[in-house]
């Protein structure tokens, strides 16, 4: 009901988000729990978009990133702030894109299958909850559009959710 087909590579990523901000948005409705809120659109992104490995969310615990819901393989479950792409992303507050991960320094590799990845922070105002992983086998998967789309469907997460 609420998974997109990809497997056309013609799609214009740009429709393939609308369509995902709509399903996220029709499978959040009405609910403002952040945990099952988490949970489908982890389940979302990892059965609609290609070539997706792992997809997550680490929150911050502690002054660390503890393991949230995700799909995929069994994941790194601490993670320091700084460390690894997720740890980065989290201290500077930004999206990081990376097309090698074998070339990020002080990658973590919770799958050696991994070959790119995105990472999105969660911000409830100015305070940081934690960050959006996505993982990925393929060299470069992920650019600017994904970027835009996925920093898309955290804003409607963030706004849905109390947390």
Same mark, same amino acid.
């Given at each position: 009901?609420?998974?997109? #087909?990809?497997?056309?590579?013609?799609?214009?990523?740009?429709?393939?988000?609308?369509?995902?901000?709509?399903?996220?948005?029709?499978?959040?409705?009405?609910?403002?729990?952040?945990?099952? #809120? &988490?949970?489908?659109?982890?389940?979302?992104?990892?059965?609609?978009?290609?070539?997706?490995?792992?997809?997550?969310?680490?929150? $911050?615990?502690?002054?660390?990133?503890?393991?949230?819901?995700?799909?995929?393989?069994?994941?790194?479950?601490?993670?320091? $702030?700084?460390?690894?792409?997720?740890?980065?992303?989290?201290?500077?507050?930004?999206?990081?894109?990376?097309?090698? /991960?074998?070339?990020?320094?002080?990658?973590?590799?919770?799958?050696?299958?991994?070959?790119?990845?995105?990472?999105?922070?969660?911000?409830?105002?100015?305070?940081?909850?934690?960050?959006?992983?996505?993982?990925?086998?393929?060299?470069?998967?992920?650019?600017?559009?994904?970027?835009?789309?996925?920093?898309?469907? /955290?804003?409607?997460? &963030?706004?849905?959710?109390?947390?």
């Amino acid at each position: 009901m609420f998974t997109i #087909n990809q497997q056309n590579n013609d799609i214009p990523k740009s429709l393939i988000y609308s369509q995902l901000a709509k399903s996220l948005t029709a499978l959040i409705g009405e609910e403002r729990e952040f945990l099952p #809120n &988490m949970s489908n659109m982890a389940s979302l992104l990892f059965f609609s978009l290609n070539d997706i490995n792992w997809s997550g969310f680490y929150l $911050m615990k502690n002054k660390e990133l503890l393991l949230g819901p995700f799909q995929g393989k069994p994941a790194c479950v601490r993670i320091p $702030m700084g460390k690894g792409v997720c740890g980065s992303s989290a201290v500077n507050k930004s999206t990081i894109i990376v097309e090698d /991960v074998n070339n990020f320094p002080g990658h973590i590799a919770c799958d050696v299958d991994s070959r790119s990845e995105i990472v999105i922070p969660l911000f409830k105002g100015e305070a940081l909850i934690g960050v959006l992983d996505i993982d990925s086998p393929i060299l470069a998967r992920f650019d600017e559009e994904d970027k835009k789309g996925l920093e898309h469907l /955290v804003h409607i997460l &963030m706004n849905s959710s109390e947390c």
